[in-house]
């Protein structure tokens, strides 16, 4: 799908560096991905972006221990929410475990 790409990136992931020359992509870092709100997704959905990727840190190795579950909980409401509406747009959670050394590019790709 092209268009627009936003990313909601956990700090603890520190993948800045990596997409800082992609200009199709807007990367914004949150303290962790748990702070996403539904209110943040929706807003993206409006100014544009095609597709909004959240990127938490891997199921079990979260600092705050279940942010990457709310955020999880959140994207599952957004998609609940909009139904039929959300066809035309790419909605995801990705849980990224850089201990592995995965990269943020490699873990969108295969999403």
């Given amino acids: 799908m ?3 790409t936003l990313m909601f990136v956990c700090r603890e992931l520190g993948s800045e560096e990596e997409m800082k020359d992609r200009e199709d992509i807007v990367l914004k870092t949150l303290d962790c ?3 996403l ?3 943040e997704v929706l807003k993206a959905l409006e100014e544009g972006f095609q ?3 959240v990127v938490g840190c891997k199921k079990g190795t979260c600092k705050s221990r279940i942010g990457n579950l709310r955020a999880e909980k ?3 409401t957004v998609r609940r929410y909009l139904g039929k509406w959300a066809e035309g747009y790419r ?3 990705v849980y990224l475990n850089k201990e592995k050394g995965q990269t943020l590019l490699d873990q969108i790709l295969k999403a």
């Fill in 2 to 4: 092209k268009g627009k």
């Fill in 74 to 76: 959140r994207m599952a």
């Fill in 37 to 39: 709100t539904v209110f």
């Fill in 51 to 53: 597709q909004v990727f």
């Fill in 91 to 93: 909605l995801e959670m």
């Fill in 33 to 35: 991905a748990g702070d």
